[in-house]
């Protein structure tokens, strides 16, 4: 059963949303597959992040990602794709970003984008393993 979230946060992600671009998980992909450069972040808590994630992102929880934002991406042009797992968080955190003076974000359009099938859209790099440890 769908979450049900409380009619005052739901105003205030409908508020974000007003100033904030979405994509899809669609979009997303044939972006990645034209080889376009982006920097894909997670916004979910780290125990969300660490039982799976799409490849490439990086992790910036909701509750830290303003904190910890200009260490990880300095630059206030690059282009910043957020997602969690219900599309609410991200728009939060992308109004926030903009606030902050990045401008390029984006966020995922609720409710597409993380699901548990989601990351098999988007293949990990195979690593290479070394029998002799180096």
Request: net charge positive; glycine share 6%; proline share 6%.
């Amino acid at each position: 059963m769908a979450t049900q979230h409380p009619p005052r946060f739901l105003k205030i992600v409908d508020d974000a949303k007003t100033r904030v671009r979405e994509t899809t998980v669609d979009e997303v992909k044939a972006r990645l597959d034209r080889g376009e450069k982006f920097t894909l972040v997670d916004v979910r808590e780290e125990s969300e992040f660490a039982k799976d994630h799409l490849p490439g992102a990086i992790h910036l929880g909701k509750g830290v990602i303003e904190r910890d934002i200009e260490a990880r991406v300095p630059e206030l042009n690059t282009e910043l794709v957020l997602y969690c797992g219900g599309g609410f968080r991200s728009a939060l955190a992308a109004d926030n970003l903009q606030k902050m003076g990045y401008k390029n974000v984006i966020c995922r359009r609720s409710p597409d984008f993380f699901s548990v099938s989601t990351p098999s859209l988007f293949p990990a790099p195979k690593k290479q393993f070394s029998r002799s440890g180096v």
